[in-house]
Structure formats: C-alpha cells, structure tokens
C-alpha cells in the first residue's frame, strides 16, 4: 500500500509540474505581447477547467481556505488557456493574500462562472477584510502595492497585466469590496473578441 501511495505521489507531483511548466511558457509569451496588443494563439477552451487548473497551481497557496466553485454547465470560450489561467491565478493569489495576512478565522473563496448572452461572467469572491476605498479606483494600474494597517494589497504588475488581458480580450474587469466581501468580476466575450 505505500508502495502504491508513493508512485500516486510522485505521479501527482509529475503532473502539477508539467502544468507549471506549462503555464511557464504562457506567461513568458503573454508578458513579451503585453502592450503591443498581440493575442497569443486562440482555441475553444472550457472556462471551468483553466480555473481549476489555476487552482492546481496554487495548491500550496489555498492550504487553509475553503473553495467553493458554482460553474455553468459547458462554458467554451475561444481564448488562449494560458492567459486565462494567467488571469485566475493573479486574482486568485491576491484574494488569498488578502485572507491569510489579514488573520481571518475561517477564509473562503468562492468562484461563479455564469452565461450571459454573448458573454462568460467570472465572479471570484474571498471575506478578506476588504480593498480600501481609496484604492479601488487605482487598483489596477501599475506596481500599486500599498500597505494598510500592516496589509497588503495589490501585486505590483499583477493586476496591471490581468486588466491588460481582458482589454485584450475586449472584455471587462471590475471591483467591489467592503470587509468581508470582495468580489473581482471578469467579463469575457464568448467569442473572444467583442465583435465575434
């Protein structure tokens, strides 16, 4: 039984670091394409699994916090799966910075994909204490790390190169966030592209 427990291991690692690798090679593509408004190569991709394959990223990242996923029902998307993960896992880590440093007893994160029209509806949802108001209207440009009460928030580049892609992607990002709420929703044209 060990024996066998130890190859499930070593296959699991195997497999977490061919998708590190993986998504290695797109952000090193995406951020070489950052600012010239070039996409990287686009297929059908289903939106459920670039979020759960950020989520296989950020193991170590979620220990201690609970995840709870509401997803749509086939939710294809023509895109690029690297970006996409690129843009969960940005999101994703900040919201759990925001809960481990800020002490919560009992941290969450909630993800809701939803179908709308043309378009996929991303909502990622932690009880963090919450983005300062005078920080939301900036939160997005660049290198904004500010500290409040010994809290961080903000990714440097992070959420600069997670606006830029949806841009991109002629989608919408937004921000709502009082203690022990805060809600990022992304908003992505099924197609791609506003005009597909």
């Keep these: 039984a060990e024996h066998i427990l130890a190859n499930w291991e070593l296959g699991a690692a195997f497999h977490d670091v061919l998708i590190a690798a993986r998504q290695a090679v797109h952000v090193v593509?995406?951020?070489?394409?950052?600012?010239t408004g070039d996409l990287l190569r686009?297929?059908?991709?289903?939106?459920n699994e670039s979020i759960r394959e950020a989520l296989a990223l950020l193991r170590n990242t979620l220990s201690g916090i609970r995840v709870r996923l509401d997803l749509t029902s086939d939710p294809k998307i023509v895109a690029n799966r690297g970006e996409l993960v690129q843009i969960w896992i940005n999101l994703i880590q900040n919201a759990c910075e925001s809960m481990t440093q800020s002490g919560v007893a009992t941290p969450e994160l909630i993800i809701t994909t939803r179908a709308s029209d043309r378009y996929f509806r991303?909502?990622?949802?932690?009880?963090?204490?919450?983005?300062?108001p005078e920080m939301l209207s900036k939160i997005f440009q660049p290198n904004i790390?500010?500290?409040?009460?010994?809290?961080?928030f903000g990714l440097g580049l992070g959420l600069t190169i997670v606006a830029r892609l949806v841009d991109n992607?002629?989608?919408?990002?937004s921000v709502e966030s009082k203690p022990g709420n805060t809600q990022f929703k992304v908003e992505l044209p099924m197609g791609g592209t506003s005009g597909e």
């Design 169 to 173: 992607y002629h989608g919408s990002i």
């Design 42 to 47: 686009k297929d059908s991709v289903d939106l």
């Design 29 to 35: 593509g995406s951020v070489k394409t950052l600012g």
């Design 122 to 132: 991303v909502c990622i949802q932690d009880n963090g204490p919450g983005v300062p």
């Design 145 to 152: 790390t500010t500290k409040v009460s010994g809290l961080s």
